[in-house]
Nanobody, 121 residues
Framework: QVQLVESGGGLVQPGGSLKLSCAASGSIFRINAMGWYRQAPGKEREVVAT???????VFADSVKGRFTISRDNAGYTVYLEMNSLKPEDTAVYYC???????????????WGEGTQVTVSS
């Protein structure tokens, strides 16, 4: 089995910072791209940032210059550092990873359960 476990969400005031972590574990052969998505109440899930195995990153226009995405050396943990947070950043943040499970040869998209980020004074 494969699991993605997120941590680091919480309540923060506007202008504050939070750092999210997502660790992949289980029967993993390889992880390709990893990323963070978010879903606010009444809205569709949207991409926040993604990072490939080689470290190439893509950010949503709404978070460029404020958020940073990174991975650890082993490539199994992805981080999202969020600065200058705004109330409109409030959402459930989901970790995503493209994973080949051990003993298989095809990519599968896995999701974490989500972590709540609330930006409010």
């Amino acid at each position: 089995q494969v699991q993605l476990v997120e941590s680091g969400g919480g309540l923060v005031q506007p202008g504050g910072s939070l750092k999210l972590s997502c660790a992949a574990s289980g029967s993993i052969f390889r992880i390709n791209a990893m990323g963070w998505y978010r879903q606010a109440p009444g809205k569709e899930r949207e991409v926040v940032a993604t990072i490939t195995r080689s470290g190439d990153t893509v950010f949503a226009d709404s978070v460029k210059g404020r958020f940073t995405i990174s991975r650890d050396n082993a490539g199994y943990t992805v981080y999202l550092e969020m600065n200058s947070l705004k109330p409109e950043d409030t959402a459930v943040y989901y970790c995503n990873a493209q994973i080949i499970r051990s003993g298989t040869s095809f990519w599968v998209n896995y999701w974490g359960e989500g972590t709540q980020v609330t930006v409010s004074s």
